[in-house]
């Protein structure tokens, strides 16, 4: 299993600004993904991180307002930006080392916009 | 309809009791399946991956998959207060996506 360290693990912030969390594993590893998690709801994908190129974005997620890096095989950042209370969730960061295995987490940043 | 319904519950039982959590999905190209179980202000973390029809073992932890009624389980045996948690089914074919359940949250009571 991969040890994944994300940060922030909170943050309460204001609306119209931006926060960026950071994930970084232990591994270098295939695949990075990033989650909502809204209370009640299931798991949300985001995006796939590509290393070296642009993230792939899921539908309803586009890269002005959740613009994600990955410069290396260990490493990714997803941006909230202009954030509205609505954006008030979990985000989780993911990797899997290749396909069809499993998938682990972060420990999630719990963000509150007021 | 969605790709994967997953009873919300709460759930609650008494110390020592066994529990059955279950899935059912409607995509037939869901190839493996995992559980995770997530506690409160944490991540999800792994329980059980399996490919197969049929049960693999852990512990106290079973996961059985049913491919032709599209149905997994997964049961814990000798429920302690510390499995107390929100239990989430995930699956996933040729792609990369996962498909997780809205996950079911158990209570064990002492």
């Known amino acids: 299993s991969a040890v994944i360290s994300q940060k922030p693990s909170r943050d309460i912030c204001q609306r119209g600004t931006s926060l960026t969390i950071q994930c970084q594993v232990d591994?270098?590893?295939?695949?990075m993904f990033w989650y909502r998690q809204q209370p009640g709801q299931s798991l949300t994908l985001i995006a796939t991180?590509?290393?070296?190129?642009?993230?792939?974005?899921e539908s309803g997620f586009v890269i002005d307002k959740f613009p994600i890096s990955r410069p290396n095989l260990t490493f990714s950042t997803l941006t909230v930006s202009n954030m509205s209370p609505e954006d008030s969730s979990i985000y989780l960061c993911?990797?899997?080392?290749?396909?069809?295995?499993?998938?682990?987490f972060g420990q999630g940043t719990r963000l509150t916009v007021v | 309809q969605k790709e994967v319904e997953q009873d919300p519950g709460p759930l609650s039982v008494p110390e020592g009791a066994i529990v059955s959590l279950n899935c059912t999905y409607s995509?037939?190209?869901?190839?493996?399946f995992m559980w995770y179980r997530q506690y409160s202000r944490k991540g999800p973390e792994l329980l059980m991956y399996?490919?197969?029809?049929g049960n693999k073992e852990d512990g106290r932890f079973t996961a059985q998959v049913d491919k032709s009624s599209k149905y997994i389980s997964l049961f814990i045996r000798d429920s302690q207060p510390s499995d107390s948690a929100t239990y989430l089914c995930?699956?996933?074919?040729?792609?990369?996506?996962?498909?997780f359940g809205t996950g079911t949250l158990l209570a064990v009571q002492p």
């Open positions: 995930a699956m996933g074919g040729a792609t990369n996506k996962l498909i």
């Open positions: 991180a590509n290393q070296g190129s642009e993230a792939t974005y």
């Open positions: 993911s990797v899997r080392t290749v396909m069809n295995t499993e998938a682990f």
């Open positions: 399996t490919y197969s029809s």
């Open positions: 995509n037939s190209a869901f190839q493996y």
């Open positions: 591994s270098q590893v295939t695949m």
